[in-house]
Nanobody, 127 residues
Framework: QVQLVESGGGLVQAGGSLRLSCAAS????????MGWFRQAPGKERAFVAA????????YYADSVKGRFTISRDNAKNTVYLQMNSLKPEDTAVYYC????????????????????WGQGTQVTVSS
């Protein structure tokens, strides 16, 4: 059974930091692109960050660039999202996702590209 399990969410004050983790199991994800998306109440799921299978390239939404960092440890089948300088507008459920497409055909920014999804973890930033 393929699973992506997010952890590390919680309540934090504006300006604070959180580190999300996404542990993959059921298959090897070391050749997959991995992404983070978020969904705030009443809004569509939005791209946050993505990373190529080998960690060689990363992609970020403009709203998080310079504050968030995506990384991965293929030996642990885990991807991370370090979130610094958090703002109330970062409040959302955060989801990790995996895309098994060949590297040259991945659209990192599009949610429909991804094949596997986690259940999400809530991040709440208070002002």
């Amino acid at each position: 059974q393929v699973q992506l399990v997010e952890s590390g969410g919680g309540l934090v004050q504006a300006g604070g930091s959180l580190r999300l983790s996404c542990a993959a199991s059921g298959r090897t994800f070391s050749r997959d692109a991995m992404g983070w998306f978020r969904q705030a109440p009443g809004k569509e799921r939005a791209f946050v960050a993505a990373i190529t299978w080998n960690g060689g390239r990363t992609y970020y939404a403009d709203s998080v660039k310079g504050r968030f960092t995506i990384s991965r440890d293929n030996a642990k089948n885990t991807v991370y999202l370090q979130m610094n300088s958090l703002k109330p507008e970062d409040t959302a459920v955060y989801y990790c996702a995996a895309d098994r497409s060949p590297p040259g055909s991945v659209n990192y920014y599009r949610a429909t590209t991804y094949d596997y999804w986690g259940q999400g973890t809530q991040v709440t930033v208070s002002s």
